[in-house]
């Protein structure tokens, strides 16, 4: 199993620029989150999927969208870059717990390093 | 109040000592709990959830006290390898995602 993967793992954007995050995961995981992170501020979750076809925003969505088409895979997207969303992006799944329903481990990918000129 | 709230560190200790860290959170209705582990620059990986009876690692212990909304790890005869940012984790207010603590940073040294 490959686990969680993030395709690109570095990019550097000018203002205004658009691009598309890719995340994978093989552990039939239902489901996904988006998180950036950034120096002093820790994780925060941008948006993150309960299931396919499904997403939702989490405490930072501001200029990015999200789709979850196929179970597997989860995009972030950027439709106009600005240098605040210069960071580093993990994305991670779970399974749910059977019993509350609640997320369960998570697991990440290694990053994506994303600078905004 | 925060959601998750650490201690940022950092914790500057000697090989062999005892350090503990504590998180506090503020949604009652959390559901799952857990500590994770960051390295600098790499992804955050699982170091152990935590279970209302308190549980056991080898050299690492996690308590929960729902009362006080309050999640405590404690590292025993700490490693150089220990050097790390670990982070505290709960359920969000939906509990449908996972909410970060910023971490607190453990450094041990020789």
């Known amino acids: 199993n490959a686990g969680v993967t993030q395709t690109p793992k570095f990019r550097v954007l000018k203002t205004g620029q658009s691009m598309t995050l890719l995340c994978a995961q093989d552990m039939n995981h239902e489901y996904m989150y988006w998180y950036r992170q950034d120096p002093g501020m820790g994780l925060r979750l941008i948006h993150y999927s309960v299931g396919e076809g499904t997403t939702a925003k989490g405490e930072v969505p501001d200029g990015y969208n999200v789709s979850r088409l196929k179970k597997q895979n989860f995009l972030l997207g950027l439709e106009s870059a600005a240098p605040s969303q210069t960071s580093v992006y993990f994305c991670?799944?779970?399974?749910?717990?059977?019993?509350?329903?609640?997320?369960?481990?998570?697991?990440f990918g290694p990053g994506t390093r994303l600078t905004v000129l | 109040r925060k959601e998750v709230e650490q201690d940022p560190g950092p914790f500057n200790v000697p090989e062999g000592a005892t350090v503990a860290f504590n998180c506090t959170y503020s949604?009652?209705?959390?559901?799952?709990f857990f500590w994770y582990r960051q390295d600098c620059r790499k992804e955050p990986k699982l170091l152990m959830s935590v279970y209302s009876s308190g549980n056991e690692d080898g050299r690492f212990t996690a308590q929960l006290n729902r009362a006080s909304q309050y999640i405590s790890l404690l590292i025993r005869d700490s490693k150089l390898s220990d050097s790390a940012t670990y982070l505290c984790v709960v359920t969000n207010q939906a509990g449908t995602a996972l909410i970060f603590g910023k971490g607190t940073t453990l450094s041990v040294s020789s």
């Open positions: 949604n009652s209705a959390s559901q799952s």
């Open positions: 991670a799944s779970s399974y749910s717990t059977q019993t509350s329903g609640s997320p369960d481990t998570q697991y």
